[in-house]
């Protein structure tokens, strides 16, 4: 993920935690750091299913276990794998 992608998932994060959320640039460094490995679609995606559960800030290793409950296989490779192609 890009540092742009992420400050739209940051924006996110602040806009429903306003007291909470990314307060400082040291918390937006290690959210962007402990993030950045993943696709910014799918951490998108769990960081706005997390903000519609839950009454406070997600926590990264929320967002991580979030993110990795989608199936994130392309079109190609789930075709492959029902062909036995793989």
Known sequence: MTEVEFEKIANNLRAAYPREAILDQNMYK?????????DAKYVSMAVIDLIKT???CPKIS?????YDTYDRRTDQQ?????????
């Open 62 to 66: 929320e967002v991580r276990e979030r």
């Open 30 to 38: 290690l959210w962007f750091e402990c993030l950045e490995d993943l």
């Open 78 to 86: 789930k075709y492959e794998e029902e062909m036995g192609l793989q």
């Open 54 to 56: 839950m009454r406070f």
